[in-house]
Every structure is written in structure tokens, then in C-alpha cells.
């Protein structure tokens, strides 16, 4: 239902959960619907978000990270063996490879 009007208050009328998601339902129609024209887009997010949570783990267990280039290398080993997994590999394999020289074997 749309909010009551009441005469007292000025501005917007607060909207309802509800109303909010349907308003942003109809404004991105085109973003939220756009892996049924392309079935290369995923149907959610999930894989991105479950990328970032092991970097927030990571900050919420030690507090933060120590240096700038610290935190820069451990962003590039996880986006390796995140690389590493989303083709099938396991980690341990990947870090070895990679440790002998042999890098691109993720994306064979």
C-alpha cells in the first residue's frame, strides 16, 4: 500500500520496504533481467561475494593488514588460487606450479 499523507510533515513520504524494492525492481529492469538475453551472465552475484569474503575474514582475524604491499601480495595469491579453483584446480597444485616456474597452468 502507498503511505498515508499526513499534513504535518514536509519533504518525501517515507516508503515501505516493499515499495522501495519494487521502485528499484522497475529502475534496473534491464540490469536484473540481462542473464536471460545472455546466458553467459551468472543468474547472482554469489561467486564475486564469496571473493571478497575471505579478504574481509582475513582483516576481521588480524585487524588489518601491515603494509600497503602486504595486503597487494595477498590479494594476487587469492585471486591465483581463486583463478586456480574457478577452472578446477586444486590450490595446493596451483601454488606448486606456480613455485616451479609453471604459472599458466590455470588457464589451460
Not at 4 to 13: C, M, N, P, S
Not at 32 to 37: D, T
Amino acid at each position: 500500500p502507498l503511505p498515508e499523507v499526513t499534513t504535518k510533515k514536509r519533504g518525501r513520504k517515507k516508503k515501505t520496504k516493499v515499495l522501495n524494492l519494487i521502485d528499484r525492481l522497475v529502475n534496473y529492469k534491464a540490469s536484473v533481467c540481462l542473464f536471460i538475453k545472455n546466458l553467459c551472465v551468472p543468474f547472482d552475484n554469489n561467486l564475486a561475494e564469496r571473493d571478497l569474503r575471505m579478504i574481509k575474514v582475513k582483516t576481521k582475524v588480524s585487524g588489518c593488514f601491515r603494509s600497503e604491499e602486504g595486503a597487494q601480495e595477498y590479494l594476487t595469491i587469492m585471486s591465483y588460487i581463486g583463478t586456480a579453483h574457478k577452472h578446477g584446480i586444486n590450490a595446493f597444485t596451483a601454488i606448486r606450479e606456480a613455485l616451479l616456474g609453471n604459472s599458466d597452468i590455470i588457464f589451460n
